[in-house]
């Protein structure tokens, strides 16, 4: 293979569209946060809307790992299929559950949340339960399409997403100051345009069979349960901790929790953009050095943590925040001190999705879910210690790095382990320095 294949060039004519497609995805939340802001009683709307938002991502993130399944399983037809009906079944079951936690205050209860308060996300989480299964089915052919290697697609239907997202929200704000109405209308437009958008691309693309595969995929729904579980206890411990931190901030006041959306928002619209070095690393691993992928990952990860750094310590960044959040200034110190506190977490991010893509290409799924697991667990037990020290929002963030860089030593440690063992010589064979 010719050296230009491996080269900085080539990965980043790869990258820039997948990650153009999660930068604006993550942009979503910013635009809403935007339009909020401008709304009569915005501090308890943008409260409103990290708490219903972070938990309509807890139950998207079971469904996360259906994009990298859907890449691996593309040139099968079985696999592919059985993935599909296998989405549509924990997308169903993920919808009732949404429906569920809204109606019954649990989570109020558990954490003293104001009923005020609790009374606009629970609206907020009803209206959004049809999120998992356009999510979930969006990914599944993103899946497919990047594993062609179509991924200006991806881009343009982020870019539609994020269009039709930031009409629907100003349209919403120009008729009603209900902010609970105009996130979730504005949420559930752009990702329905995304799915119809990228539906009819897929009918476009042929997927040749792969009639000799070096690995062994499902065959029926309780073998492919046996592989997704491992990815899905990945993101849901990492996201069932993204949940709790802004529970356990609504703890320590209303005020605490709107700059947290807003600073969070910012900050993983921008940390966002690394994640789709996994998919890279899956795509090119047997053909690619590591050493080469891995520095790439380490460079994309050292720019977009320049910027957090830049938002936070800048005069510019101040003029931006400002805007952000319509000179609110008790938002704005608050958000400097996130961006801050969370400036290496795209370095980090960059490593713990270079290490899970490698983790897929051997197919030990069940590496990912183990360093989650240990890593959200400190997570949790620290944030939920740092509350009776009145913790800032910046205390908070802090603690999302130190897991996420706990969590890269474990996948570190654990590839090393496996790439030793001697039913790793798949890995050995298509992943070397040679």
């Known amino acids: ?76 037809t079985r696999a592919r299929n059985l993935l599909l009906n296998f989405t549509l079944i924990l997308s169903i079951s993920l919808m009732i559950g949404m429906i569920i936690i809204g109606y019954i205050p649990v989570l109020p209860t558990l954490f003293q949340i104001d009923a005020v308060l609790w009374q606009s996300t629970s609206l907020l989480i009803v209206l959004l339960c049809p999120w998992p299964l356009i999510i979930s089915l969006r990914r599944y052919w993103q899946g497919q399409i990047i594993r062609v290697g179509l991924t200006d697609i991806i881009a343009k239907g982020s870019l539609l997403r994020c269009f039709l997202l930031t009409v629907t929200a ?47 995929l499902p065959d029926n729904l309780i073998t492919m349960s046996h592989y997704y579980w491992p990815l899905a206890q ?32 910012l900050t993983i619209s921008i940390s966002n953009a690394v994640r789709m070095l996994q998919q890279l690393v899956i795509r090119n691993a047997g053909q690619i050095k590591k050493a080469s992928l891995y520095i790439f990952s380490i460079s994309i990860g050292c720019c977009f943590s320049l910027i957090l750094f830049v938002l936070a310590t800048t005069s510019w960044g101040y003029s931006l925040l400002k805007y952000y959040v319509d000179s609110q200034d008790r938002l704005i110190n608050g958000i400097q001190g996130i961006l801050l506190a969370s400036s290496l977490l795209p370095i980090l991010m960059s490593l713990q999705n270079y290490y899970q893509g490698l983790h897929m290409v051997q197919t030990s799924t069940v590496a990912i879910g183990r360093s ?13 210690t740092i509350i009776y020290f009145n913790a800032t929002p910046a205390w908070f963030a802090s603690i999302v790095c130190l897991a996420t860089l706990l969590e890269v030593f474990l996948l570190a440690y654990q590839l090393k382990n496996t790439a030793n063992s001697s039913d790793a010589s798949y890995f050995k064979r298509n992943i070397s320095e040679n």
């Open 1 to 76: 293979m010719s050296k230009v294949h491996g080269s900085p060039r080539y990965l980043f004519k790869q990258f820039i569209p997948m990650a153009t497609s999660d930068i604006v995805m993550a942009l979503g939340d910013p635009i809403i946060i935007f339009v909020l802001a401008s709304l009569t009683d915005s501090t308890h709307y943008l409260a409103a809307f990290a708490l219903g938002k972070s938990i309509a991502v807890f139950f998207e993130s079971p469904i996360i790992p259906i994009l990298p399944t859907a890449n691996a399983m593309a040139y099968q």
């Open 170 to 216: 100003l349209a919403m704000a120009a008729f009603t100051d209900q902010g609970t109405w105009v996130a979730a209308t504005a949420l559930l437009a752009g990702t329905m345009g995304e799915l119809l958008f990228i539906r009819n691309q897929v009918n476009k693309i042929t997927l040749k069979e792969e009639k000799s595969c070096t690995t062994t």
């Open 234 to 265: 990945s993101t849901i411990s990492l996201w069932g901790a993204r949940l709790l931190l802004p529970l356990f901030i609504a703890m320590t006041g209303t005020l605490n929790v709107a700059i947290w959306a807003a600073g969070w928002a």
């Open 372 to 384: 989650a697991v240990v890593a959200n667990l400190v997570l949790i037990v620290t944030a939920l």
